[in-house]
């Protein structure tokens, strides 16, 4: 579910869910006060952050990114380290959130002119105004080079033309890609799964009651390990709807690597979502 522009640095209040921004934490007087980096552990998985203290904290967690975009607690010096892990264990869906927008807020948005950086699948395509009599629309992969030819001049049609192709694209790698992981569900056997798309900001997918699949297009841009993990937990969710023990079996008998891929996709997710 990371904008340099001004290089601001995001904060958070847990509490009321106000936002605020600041100078990048290196650059405050109070980060001789940072404390090493810790990891807790949430049903969502393993959260390393770093803790620092600032005078006029005393009542709340704040969050914050650092210069690298990694999470830092501004905490309230009298609070114990178990103290801010259990506040922080209880909030994984919250704290998800916040490194998501913060994380976005970080990246210049895309201009959508010749020489631009655009990810399909992974990989990173120099974008290439193609010439060509008028038409319709046309994105295709050549060589390092992603060529647009889009219906009109301006960003905005290249955009329209490199969305539209991202979702038919999508459309075809993500319904290969499921058939090929159910054949190794067998509770999916003889099961019809409908997949739908869906342009979404703060998921990667979901399962609905009744069973029906939807991804974010957005997904493409990952690499196609990363598109296979969330496929494969979706499936999972056929099974068993909760996350319990038994979701995590099924999960780690689908893709062993599920813990890897996870903390990939959190740790890069924003710069798929960046548009």
């Not at 209040?13 to 810790?38: D, N, S």
């Not at 209880?90 to 976005?104: D, E, G, K, W, Y």
């Not at 068993?240 to 959190?266: C, I, T």
């Amino acid at each position: 579910m990371v904008r340099m522009a001004d290089c601001k640095a995001a904060c958070l209040l847990v509490k009321t869910g106000q936002a605020t921004y600041r100078t990048p934490i290196r650059q405050q007087p109070w980060c001789k006060e940072y404390m090493r980096q810790t990891v807790v552990t949430t049903p969502a998985g393993d959260l390393p952050y770093t803790v620092a203290h600032r005078p006029r904290v005393t009542r709340r967690l704040h969050l914050e990114l650092d210069a690298s975009g990694g999470l830092v607690i501004v905490a309230p010096k009298h609070w114990s380290k178990a103290h801010i892990s259990a506040t922080l264990a209880r909030n994984p869906r919250h704290i998800a959130r916040f490194l998501v927008t913060a994380r976005q807020r970080l990246l210049a948005p895309l201009q959508y002119v010749s020489g631009e950086q655009h990810l399909f699948l992974g990989v990173a395509y120099t974008l290439v105004m193609a010439g060509g009599p008028a038409g319709r629309s046309r994105v295709a992969v050549v060589g390092s080079g992603l060529h647009v030819r889009p219906t009109r001049p301006g960003a905005n049609a290249v955009k329209s033309a490199l969305t539209n192709w991202y979702r038919r694209e999508a459309q075809s790698v993500f319904s290969a890609r499921m058939q090929a992981i159910a054949k190794n569900a067998p509770w999916t056997e003889g099961r019809s799964i409908p997949l739908k798309l869906r342009t979404m900001r703060r998921t990667w997918g979901n399962c609905s009651s009744k069973g029906i699949i939807r991804l974010n297009t957005h997904l493409i841009k990952a690499p196609l390990e990363i598109v296979d993990a969330v496929i494969a937990h979706e499936l999972c969710h056929l099974e068993e709807m909760n996350h319990g023990k038994a979701f995590y079996a099924l999960l780690s008998g689908l893709n062993p690597n599920w813990r890897q891929d996870r903390a990939e996709l959190r740790a890069q997710g924003h710069v798929y979502l960046h548009t």
